[in-house]
């Protein structure tokens, strides 16, 4: 039996699911504001505005603490960090 490590129903057919759910939930959406009427519409058209406001808000904040803190986004490639030598160390095998 695999482990849950390396168990493909966990690791790909479920995040994929996911993905594919999630973008089905905003296509819907986008089509509900886009073709909905009266305040159906206008409360659609909001919501999705809102959200992209945030996502823009969400961005620059990571982006720019970053830039002043002096952190990379990403851990340089050169850095032992746990999570990469396990993964690294999982793949010698």
């Not at 996911?18 to 089905?24: D, E, R, S, T, Y």
């Not at 823009?56 to 960090?81: E, N, R, W």
């Amino acid at each position: 039996m695999l482990d849950d490590e390396h168990n493909p129903i966990r690791t790909i057919v479920i995040p994929l699911l996911g993905l594919v759910m999630n973008l089905a939930m905003v296509c819907g959406i986008f089509y509900y504001g886009l073709t909905g009427t009266g305040n159906a519409q206008t409360n659609s058209l909001a919501a999705i505005g809102i959200a992209m406001a945030f996502f823009v808000g969400g961005f620059a904040y990571l982006i720019g603490d970053s830039l002043l803190k002096g952190k990379p986004l990403f851990l340089p490639s050169d850095l032992s960090h746990p999570l990469r030598d396990r993964v690294a160390s999982s793949k010698v095998r």
